[in-house]
């Protein structure tokens, strides 16, 4: 029973690329949150999604960043044109429906250098 | 605006001691506290929660107090052993409205328990 999957685990980008980070849901789940972790700071909010849905999208910058959960596949954070600031590590989450109290799973990690 | 506050940053205890992390909150609307441990590289993982229509919630070694009044919570780690050497991060949650599904953190404690 594989646990939230995400890929890749590093990733290195050089200022202006773009950065796509995956992530695969545990099996039976279809609400994915995405948080970033900046180095000694705690998880910070950015989108929540449930499949072709954006339920949540308050904690993502406006610009450059964008989030999807398609039908099929894995849902995907986006990050275009990718500034220095943007380095830190991102973590999916999956839960089933949180209404009925379920938890939040955590994969292990984008981590996301720009250079 | 940090919405749950977490101290101390850090924590260095002896083996079997007794581990103490503090949390305290803005928002009465929360109505869910889970902690999470992590380890270096790793996602963080979900170890106890709370709602707070309990005062202590015990599993195994770990225990959290819940102080509605105060609004405060802490997760106590007796026993403390080496392999709790971890990041701890509190969290609140509401389970109802419109911000349903998104965890506020905490940020973080690094605790080192000494052989």
């Known amino acids: 029973n594989a646990g939230v999957m995400q890929n890749p685990r590093h990733l290195v980008r050089r200022r202006g690329q773009e950065a796509r980070l995956r992530c695969s849901p545990m099996?039976?789940?279809?609400?994915v949150y995405w948080y970033r972790q900046l180095p000694e700071e705690g998880l910070k909010f950015m989108v929540y999604?449930?499949?072709?849905?954006?339920?949540?999208e308050s904690g993502m910058p406006k610009e450059r960043f964008s989030a999807e959960f398609p039908k099929e596949g894995p849902s995907i954070l986006r990050i275009q044109q990718v500034v220095r600031g943007d380095s830190a590590a991102y973590f999916c989450a999956s839960s089933r429906d949180p209404r009925s109290g379920n938890e939040q799973f955590f994969g292990p990690g984008t981590r996301l250098t720009v250079l | 605006q940090q919405q749950v506050k977490q101290s101390p940053q850090s924590l260095i205890v002896q083996k079997g001691g007794i581990s103490i992390i503090n949390c305290a909150y803005e928002n009465t609307a929360f109505d869910y506290f889970p902690w999470y441990q992590q380890f270096p590289g790793k996602g963080p993982a979900l170890l106890i929660a709370?709602?707070?229509?309990?005062s202590e919630k015990k599993e195994g070694r770990f225990t959290i107090s819940f102080n509605k009044s105060a609004k405060q919570f802490s997760l106590h780690i007796m026993d403390s052993q080496p392999g709790d050497s971890a990041t701890y991060f509190c969290a609140a949650d509401f389970r109802r409205g419109s911000t349903l599904g998104r965890l506020y953190f905490g940020r973080g404690t690094q605790l080192t328990v000494w052989p």
């Open positions: 709370i709602r707070p229509d309990v």
């Open positions: 099996k039976g789940h279809s609400h």
């Open positions: 999604l449930q499949k072709e849905n954006i339920i949540d």
